[in-house]
């Protein structure tokens, strides 16, 4: 309940969640409460500070830029490395699963799922790849970019678009033509990010069953 709070804007990057409030809003227990604070914690979504309580972690957009900045050269690496692998039904089971995910939650309007299978996509590539040092490196990438897409509304701003990419990117795949693969991985990595103060970061937050029209692009 809290995560998802987190991943669909209801509590914004920097808020601090309070514990007292939280539990009797929760009907749960401090130390459940604090349990499950812990748990993001570990996760990249909240940060404890002593003395101060917990804050909804923030990650700066230059950081996610340099993310996306080596996505952008590591990912057709990767999906060229995982290609003969996703070709077959075994070695494409997790991608096809998480795809398929990614459209039940795009459907049914619920951005923190889509947050997540969205990642669940990504890092079915990346461990299709089969190369453990580039496997590690997106998995430290992920609690950022999971938090990043928690504020960036834009991103999800109309869900069946992040669905039906994705979907295209598998048929992609599946064709096994690694030139339309890398054709299309491209609409889905952004290495440049707009300026904060630029028109898209005052786009207005959207909730779970209410996208409203733009197109995704990542």
């Not at 290609?83 to 997790?94: F, K, N, R, V, Y």
């Amino acid at each position: 309940m809290l995560r998802n709070a987190i991943l669909d804007g209801t509590f914004p990057a920097g808020s601090q969640l309070r514990e007292t409030h939280l539990a009797e809003e929760m009907g749960v227990s401090r130390t459940t409460l604090r349990e499950g604070l812990q748990r993001l914690d570990e996760e990249g979504l909240v940060t404890r500070v002593p003395f101060r309580g917990s804050f909804v972690a923030e990650v700066s957009r230059e950081v996610i830029a340099e993310i996306e900045s080596l996505r952008s050269v590591l990912e057709p690496f990767a999906i060229e490395r995982a290609l003969p692998s996703l070709m077959t039904p075994e070695g494409s089971a997790e991608l096809v699963e998480a795809v398929e995910a990614l459209t039940e939650k795009a459907e049914a309007g619920d951005i923190a799922g889509c947050i997540d299978t969205h990642l669940a996509v990504h890092r079915a590539i990346y461990r299709a790849a089969d190369h453990r040092m580039l496997f590690d490196m997106w998995l430290s990438w992920e609690s950022q970019l999971r938090l990043f897409l928690a504020v960036d509304h834009q991103s999800f701003a109309h869900l069946s678009d992040l669905a039906a990419n994705h979907q295209r990117l598998l048929a992609c795949i599946r064709s096994g033509d690694l030139g339309r693969v890398r054709e299309e991985l491209t609409t889905h990595i952004r290495p440049g990010l707009p300026a904060p103060d630029s028109p898209e970061e005052e786009a207005p937050a959207p909730r779970a069953g209410k996208p409203s029209r733009a197109r995704k692009k990542a």
